[in-house]
């Protein structure tokens, strides 16, 4: 297994650590779209060594050059790829840059606002991020990608929530989310019913516990759970988190938190997305 990760560079540039893909291996739904939520933070839209690095590790595992998404007005970025031999079609969606201002505008906007696009109410910086770059997926999906057997959508953080949102306009063979807010009230998440997803949450990862449990907002669906120690439990007990988390924050004090270069709480630490690849990737 990939060894833990506390440290601020696998949270804050999630993209300079190399990809787990490899040519001499098949992977699952799951496991592309965990690995493809990460790579969305190359940023292939402004940096050709960036893209070319993005182009020859999709290529690694059988898809083609990958298509980018960008609206410079909401920092809302995405990269589509296409593999012809099964004709799987892939979107991942980038999730919140601590550089990025419009980033964290987008994160603070958490009025709710209508989803005529299925139904309920979601998150308002959400739906706005999501719509900006729509129309260009729109025109990717209906050309390139036409002819695509199966749909797989993803994203962390924030690429997690948009996501989710695109998830209720087309339907996916699998949504993967890594560290995933609450999108909307119970209304929209009923809207996913049907919808095969994958909502993995990494032990006290802290992004997962916001916007809180209410009335207004409410996970899409339950818990895949990376336990501490990496191994993962499907739909777990409340006390069998609450007690995990609370040693993993303990251990966490003593083990990582005043090493240099360390993320300060586990809270924090267990969002980075190498911390939950780690736990689907031998």
Not at 234 to 251: F, I, T, W, Y
Request: aromatic letters at 8%.
């Amino acid at each position: 297994m990939i060894d833990f990760d506390p440290s601020r560079s696998a949270l804050y540039t999630p993209e300079q650590r190399g990809t787990v893909f490899s040519a001499s291996q098949a992977y699952s739904i799951v496991q592309l779209g965990l690995e493809a939520s990460r790579l969305a933070y190359l940023r292939a839209e402004v940096s050709a060594s960036q893209r070319q690095t993005l182009s020859q590790v999709l290529g690694v595992i059988g898809f083609g050059a990958p298509r980018m998404f960008s609206d410079p007005q909401t920092n809302t970025q995405a990269f589509g790829a296409f593999r012809r031999a099964d004709r799987t079609a892939l979107l991942a969606f980038r999730g919140t840059q601590p550089d990025e201002v419009g980033d964290l505008g987008t994160d603070l906007q958490a009025d709710m606002v209508p989803w005529p696009e299925a139904a309920g109410r979601v998150h308002a910086g959400f739906a706005t991020a999501f719509r900006a770059i729509r129309p260009a997926l729109v025109e990717w999906l209906d050309s390139e990608c036409a002819e695509r057997s199966e749909l797989i959508l993803s994203g962390h953080s924030l690429g997690a929530a948009l996501a989710t949102l695109a998830a209720t306009v087309w339907q996916p063979a699998q949504l993967v989310t890594l560290g995933s807010p609450r999108v909307g009230n119970p209304e929209f998440a009923a809207a996913l019913v049907g919808v095969p997803v994958t909502r993995v949450v990494n032990c006290c990862d802290a992004v997962t516990q916001i916007p809180p449990e209410s009335p207004w907002y409410t996970h899409v669906a339950p818990m895949t759970y990376v336990r501490s120690n990496g191994t993962v439990v499907l739909h777990p007990e409340g006390s069998e988190v609450l007690g995990d988390r609370l040693e993993a924050r303990a251990r966490y004090l003593v083990q990582h938190a005043w090493r240099a270069g360390a993320v300060l709480v586990r809270d924090l630490a267990d969002h980075a997305p190498i911390n939950y690849v780690r736990a689907f990737f031998p």
